[in-house]
Nanobody
């Protein structure tokens, strides 16, 4: 089973940028669809972006045009480039994976069977 470790979180001011990384180890990366979800403080978890096994990209409406998901399969690494960050983007961001495609296409975080421990992103106004 793949193991996921996120990095790249931090604190930025509104309008700033961050790049999150997620390194996968322990299994064959390309057999999984991969994505990101987040949990704002005091709120429910929500899907952010996903890449399915056909490399089709899906984004939540709240991040379209600002966030970009990408991967380097040779390095088993998933990225989330976040631009024009706003205070409402403050959350713990989780990398996730699943053997099926549905999790990455629907951005239903409950469908990701494998999840990292998260990295904190704080955006101040």
């Amino acid at each position: 089973q793949v193991r996921l470790v996120e990095s790249g979180g931090g604190s930025v001011q509104a309008g700033g940028s961050l790049r999150l990384s997620c390194v996968a180890s322990g299994s064959t990366y390309r057999t999984y669809c991969v994505g990101w979800f987040r949990q704002p403080p005091g709120k429910e978890r929500e899907g952010v972006a996903g890449i399915d096994k056909d490399e089709r990209l899906t984004y939540a409406d709240s991040v379209k045009g600002r966030f970009t998901i990408s991967q380097d399969s040779a390095k088993n690494t998933l990225f989330l480039e976040m631009n024009s960050l706003q205070p409402e983007d403050t959350a713990t961001y989780y990398c996730a994976a699943d053997l099926g495609n549905w999790a990455c296409r629907s951005l239903d975080w409950t469908q990701f069977s494998i999840r990292g421990k998260g990295t904190q992103v704080t955006v101040s106004s």
